[in-house]
């Protein structure tokens, strides 16, 4: 008798407020609370003078950038992406298209970014350009192409990637993001296997990670996802992680992006 | 008689071809399948613990790894494959200590290429808990705590 009224005593502490809510009432309400200043402002503002500045051993800047929708074009460039590119002759996300232009324009080492630690050196540098990148289609519906072949089979190899069961633990990337209503914690995780929603999932990364301060893109997200799911290490713009984005882009069609979002 | 079910059989043929093979140019959902395979294989890496021994599937894994339910008679294979496999625990001893059973649930952390171990971990209960409420991050209670108050 003692100890319930010691329980009950606890539950009303106001420490505890979180557990008289839904799960995704208290992670919607200290969104808003910061999404009221986003620090990923800071990495726009750094990604914008990074297009700008002339950089690398070729002086250059990345204002010729082409992102899908010609030279320089980064307004709307976002939310069709990954695309196919002639020129690499392949599918490309924002992130391994970057690395094309920092190598050919600039003359940066593709290869050796694309090793380099995230959040270190020009690893950091890329987070600063898709923060301002994204922000450049905030408001805009995803509406990735799907008319080129290349782009259709990125789409059947990223649905086969979703659905890979591997790892000690069994899982699948659709073990988590396959059905609604699904949670980790008190994180809600969205269903990519269709329209999740404006806003949510696909249309929300890049974003602004609270908890460790730092601005992730996708392809930081995936390669979490997958240190999570127990499985070994994705390559840095390796296919598997682009094929993911053309699956995952696919399926949001319509959504509103608001990248970079603010997470916990 | 004998001309036209010939026919028959080669008409039959040609409109089963037409339903599985795709476009020409166009790679069939067994070709898309060996790529899918491949593409896994060259995009990862060892990391720390998490080798890419870890992609090679089991019987399990393989049957479901679709957005469909496997077939039946698979679904019975893997099933009584994975019953085959438990350990069941030594001389009988079916209940252990029940709040280490229940700091392995809680926690499911470990095993990943920033573990040390391959093993699970049930060490670091207080700081999942404590993550839990991100709202009052300095509060020490926790549903944790208070279980264990209680």
């Known amino acids: 008798m003692k100890h319930w009224s010691w329980v009950a005593a606890l539950a009303l502490l106001p420490?505890?407020?979180?557990?008289?809510?839904?799960?995704?009432?208290s992670i919607a309400e200290y969104r808003a609370l910061l999404a009221d200043g986003n620090p990923a402002e800071l990495f726009e503002a750094k990604g914008e003078d990074l297009w700008k500045?002339?950089?690398?051993?070729?002086?250059?800047?990345l204002e010729r950038c082409d992102l899908g929708q010609g030279a320089g074009?980064?307004?709307?460039?976002?939310?069709?992406?990954?695309?196919?590119?002639?020129?690499?002759?392949?599918?490309?996300?924002?992130?391994?298209?970057?690395?094309?232009?920092?190598?050919?324009?600039?003359g940066l080492d593709a290869e050796a970014i694309a090793k380099t630690p995230f959040g270190k050196g020009e690893q950091a540098n890329m987070e600063a350009l898709v923060a301002w990148i994204s922000a450049e289609s905030r408001g805009q519906r995803m509406q990735l192409p799907q008319a080129h072949a290349a782009e259709q089979r990125m789409y059947e190899l990223g649905k086969r990637a979703f659905f890979f069961r591997g790892g000690p633990m069994d899982f699948s990337c659709a073990s988590?993001?396959?059905?609604?209503?699904?949670?980790?914690?008190?994180?809600?995780?969205?269903?990519l296997t269709k329209n999740p929603g404006d806003g949510v999932g696909f249309a929300a990364w890049p974003a602004y990670r609270v908890s460790s301060g730092e601005l992730w893109g996708m392809q930081r997200r995936l390669n979490d996802c997958y240190r999570q799911q127990r499985f070994p290490y994705p390559g840095y713009a390796s296919e598997v992680t682009i094929a993911l984005a053309v699956y995952m882009g696919v399926n949001a069609k319509g959504a509103e992006s608001i990248a970079p979002a603010i997470k916990r | 008689m004998n001309k036209r079910f010939v026919w028959a059989a080669v008409a039959a043929l040609a409109l089963g071809a037409a339903g599985c093979a795709s476009l020409p140019g166009q790679p069939t959902a067994a070709?898309?399948?060996?790529?899918?395979?491949?593409?896994?294989?060259?995009?990862?890496?060892?990391?720390?613990?998490?080798?890419?021994?870890?992609?090679?599937?089991?019987?399990?894994?393989?049957?479901?790894?679709?957005?469909?339910?496997?077939?039946?008679?698979?679904?019975?294979r893997v099933e009584a494959e994975a019953l085959a496999s438990i350990k069941w625990p030594a001389g009988g001893?079916?209940?252990?200590?029940?709040?280490?059973?229940?700091?392995?649930?809680?926690?499911?952390?470990?095993?990943?290429?920033?573990?040390k171990s391959?093993?699970?971990?049930a060490t670091t209960a207080t700081r999942s808990a404590r993550k839990r409420c991100p709202s009052a991050p300095s509060a020490p209670a926790s549903t944790t705590t208070a279980r264990s108050a209680a």
């Not at chain 2, 391959?118 to 971990?121: D, V």
């Open chain 1, 176 to 191: 988590c993001h396959g059905e609604d209503g699904k949670r980790i914690r008190l994180q809600d995780l969205p269903n």
């Open chain 1, 73 to 106: 074009v980064v307004k709307g460039a976002f939310v069709r992406l990954p695309r196919w590119f002639a020129d690499t002759q392949r599918v490309q996300d924002l992130e391994s298209r970057l690395l094309t232009c920092m190598s050919t324009l600039q």
């Open chain 2, 31 to 76: 070709e898309l399948d060996a790529q899918a395979l491949a593409m896994l294989k060259a995009s990862f890496r060892d990391e720390g613990i998490a080798t890419t021994k870890r992609l090679e599937q089991d019987l399990g894994q393989q049957a479901c790894s679709a957005e469909t339910a496997p077939p039946e008679g698979v679904a019975k």
């Open chain 2, 118 to 121: 391959a093993a699970p971990t």
């Open chain 2, 93 to 115: 001893q079916y209940l252990g200590d029940w709040r280490e059973g229940e700091k392995l649930a809680q926690n499911g952390r470990g095993m990943t290429w920033t573990d």
């Open chain 1, 53 to 61: 500045a002339k950089r690398g051993p070729k002086n250059a800047s």
């Open chain 1, 15 to 25: 420490g505890l407020a979180c557990a008289q809510k839904t799960a995704a009432d």
